[in-house]
């Protein structure tokens, strides 16, 4: 029984070392695309408080000169962008541009609105960590 602990233990402390230094196997390449404390209109990432927790991952497509709508998300939202170029609005801030490759953290109970003003889809990649029953996305009026 001892050595089993003992086992659990090493394999634990192996792990999480190897865990620590962000390296995989031969052959496999790794690359941070965007570590941050904050969402992109600097609020700090809180996260929800919650015993249901539900992770949704999704793609969204925006047409050239489509928007998302204003609206708000009551849960953190990551988003990667996988082609086009995004423009957000947020409520009393200036807009961002968002590019292919790029990555962020969507704001929090604040409005805002994605649209697309060049002449490809934006194609996103969307990953909410919200909760059971509750909602990802609220439509909002224009401020």
Known sequence: MKIRIWLCFFFLFCTASLAG?????????????????NTSNGQ????????????????????PGA???????????????????????????????????DAFVEVVHT???????????VKLAVFYTGAENVQNVIRTSAP
């Open 21 to 37: 230094a962000g390296e995989y196997s031969d052959g496999v390449q790794a690359k941070v695309i965007l570590k941050t404390k």
């Open 44 to 63: 700090p990432i809180a996260y929800l408080r919650t015993d249901n927790a539900e992770v949704t991952a999704m793609t969204v497509e925006i047409p």
């Open 67 to 101: 928007e998302t709508g204003w609206h708000t998300h009551p849960v953190p939202v990551y988003v990667y962008v996988l082609s086009g170029s995004l423009t957000v609005e947020v409520e009393g801030k200036p807009a961002s541009v968002f590019q292919a490759g």
């Open 111 to 121: 409005g805002h609105c994605g649209k697309n003003v060049g002449t490809v889809p």
